[in-house]
Structure formats: structure tokens, C-alpha cells
């Protein structure tokens, strides 16, 4: 099992604290514009699988990223994702900072490969882990809870789903495709609204790099 280097866990490091700070400075006005980092009008406008387990009336956003591979060679990384498997391909440094012990792998593991609708991906030791609600093997995985009846008491609150799409293209390469959705904030205190604007740069900030990191480990 390989891991990044100390050298890159730095520097990347000292990256992620960098582009925070200017996220957090200037979110009110760059939100505009990273919420949907590296998506097209179509990606951004286009109904994803995954989109129906939150309300119609929901926030969402897309990011995106170019990969000069194949499908077939960018999902093996997207399947590893979670703690307690391959990490989350992200700001290593940071995240330990918070309290996440997680270890970033550079390598496709045999041992992770295997995720079904039903499994849940932890984010961090403390917090119950979040369910995989569709899953096409080698396209797309979707977390979130299916709407069913009777089911609300255990959804959090604000509703969410979050995925992950891998979409070939004509000439060989691919596009990377995240997509977030969030229902709108229900008679929540000052506190809650709060925290939860604060947690859209700090988003943008892990989500950005791990579309880059595995940009970078599918290419090579």
C-alpha cells in the first residue's frame, strides 16, 4: 500500500491553508464561481442520478475536472474513497487537524473495491457514517437516504446527498463530476445558518482537491 509522500502531505498542506483563507475572505463574493469549479452550463444545469433523495426544492451545487484516462482507469480510485479505506484524497494535514486520523493511499487496493447500495463511508470517527444510496459500478455512487415513508426521523438535518460521476469521453479521456445537494435551511437558529454557510468555502476547499488528486493519480 502506497501513501503520499511527506513532502507533498506539506506542501499540500500549507496549499490547503492558503486557498482557505482566501475562500473564507472572499466567499461572499467568490461563491459565484467556486461552488461550480470546473462545470459547464450543461453539467451544472443537467439532472444527475442521486438528485432525488433530496427535496425538489434544494441548493446544489457541481464541480468538475478533466482526466486524461479512461473511465475504467479513474473509478478504482472514486470506489476507494472513506475513512478507513483510501481516504478522501483531500488536504491530509488539515483533516488531522480536525480530528480525522486518515491516511491518504496512492495505489488501488484489491481490498476496497468492492461497495454496494446499503454500505455506509465514514467521514470521521465520531459521525455515523453516510449510506450509499445508488451505485452504477464503474459510473456513479450516490450517498444519501432514499425518501421513503415513515423514514424522516433519520435523516439529517439539512437533508443532503452528495455524489461522485465518472463520464467517459469520445476520445478516450473523462470527466470527473461532483454534485452536491442540500435542502434549504427549515426555522434553524442563527447558530446552525451559521455553520453551515461557513462549511461552503471549507467544501469547496476538499472537494477541489480531491477532484485534482485524482486527477493525478489516474493519469499516472
Known sequence: MRYRSRIRFTLEGLEG????????????????????????????????????????????YTRAIDIAAPADAVWPWVVQFGLGRAGFYSYELLERLVGIPVKNVESIESTMQSLAVGDEIRLHPKAPGIPVALLERGRYVCFGTIDEPGSEASKPDPVRSWSIYVEPAPDGSSRLILRGCVEPPKDQPWSKRLAAALEEPVDFLMEQRMLRTIKRLAEA
Open 17 to 60: 491553508i492558503a486557498i482557505l483563507t482566501g475562500a473564507m475572505c472572499t466567499w461572499p463574493v467568490s461563491k459565484r464561481w467556486l461552488e461550480n469549479w470546473g462545470a459547464d452550463l450543461h453539467e451544472r444545469g443537467r439532472t444527475w442520478p442521486g438528485d432525488h433523495l433530496v427535496a425538489t426544492k434544494h441548493h446544489r
